[in-house]
């Protein structure tokens, strides 16, 4: 892939997952702490690109692990809500629940990336040659009934599952410098009516929204190539 085409895919990233985001905020700054400048006219998501970025150097691509976070507070609010001290959710529960969230979103991304016709993902880049690092990580991870599978049976009735946000930051792999970012926030699907909710259907629910932006990416690299 020549250099010219590379630094084509990378913005096309951006703009098609703001396009084809679920959930917009317009009301967000046009320049970032960071000096990001926010490209307007797409909907829904928020993306924000270096002014005067040249993308054209890069050659090749690596992905993080994602991080994941929580919702503020999100772990005392279900807590202080449980109604069964045996069904509390505890710390060690929580972390598991960002393991697995953490885990699936990286399997999602690197298996979209490497499905054939694959991308070439690299740890180091060959002769020195440098690299676009793609990090993605979740933030205010809200699950609205966690089911942490006690002794104790209850069962959870809720509309939605809950809802969290991606951030997939663009970033020059040797200085550490932020080129571009784009925010997606997704909601689970809201029902009309109370549904039970267990931790099956939780994980059914946020993988199907991982699956999703893991496809969104890998559709907007295809579209740049052609293939």
Known sequence: MNRALFASLV??????????????????????HDGLERVSGHKFADVYLRPGADLTHY???????????????WLRDQQRDSRSV?????????DRIRRRIASACNEYFRAALKREPAYDLVEEAPNGEEILLLRPSIVNLDIHAPDIQSAVRTRAYTTSAGEM????????????????RVVDRRRGVEHSQLQWTSSVTNRAEFERILRRWADLLRDSLDRVRGA
Not at 11 to 32: D, F, H
Not at 86 to 94: H, L, P, Y
Not at 170 to 177: F, K, Q, S, W, Y
């Open 86 to 94: 045996a069904n509390r959710i505890q710390q060690e529960d929580a």
């Open 59 to 73: 050659r090749h691509l690596s992905l993080a692990g994602c991080e994941v976070a929580f919702r503020k507070n």
């Open 11 to 32: 913005v096309s990233v951006a703009l098609v997952l703001s396009a084809c985001a679920g959930t917009g905020s317009p009301n967000q700054p046009a320049l970032t």
């Open 165 to 180: 946000t991606l951030n997939l930051e663009l970033v020059d792999a040797l200085t550490g410098e932020v080129q571009g």
